[in-house]
């Protein structure tokens, strides 16, 4: 299964953790705003089912972060023997 090794780039970590609380307070942070601006215009609150979204936050914030942390993890073996990031991280992608 030649054609799933860039998918090889997502790796679990730190920066996948940060990745799911930054996107799910990101989420919080934006409809406390909707919030704030609904009330003062004196009109009726959002009615969203906030637990799904914080889900889809979750997840989405999940890959961002795997994403981040697999660039991290190469980027630190390719610092480790001293090469050019750009051409490691190719490398790494299309073994």
Do not use: H, N
Request: with cysteine; net charge positive.
């Amino acid at each position: 299964m030649e054609f799933l090794k860039p998918l090889s780039i997502f790796t679990f970590g730190a920066y996948s953790a940060a990745g799911v609380a930054a996107m799910i307070a990101l989420y919080f942070l934006f409809y406390g705003a909707r919030c704030m601006d609904l009330w003062m215009k004196r009109q009726p609150m959002p009615s969203d089912r906030v637990w799904a979204y914080v889900v889809i936050a979750a997840v989405l914030g999940l890959i961002a972060g795997s994403f981040v942390q697999g660039l991290a993890d190469i980027y630190a073996g390719c610092a480790a023997y001293g090469q050019p990031v750009g051409p490691c991280l190719f490398q790494q992608i299309v073994q």
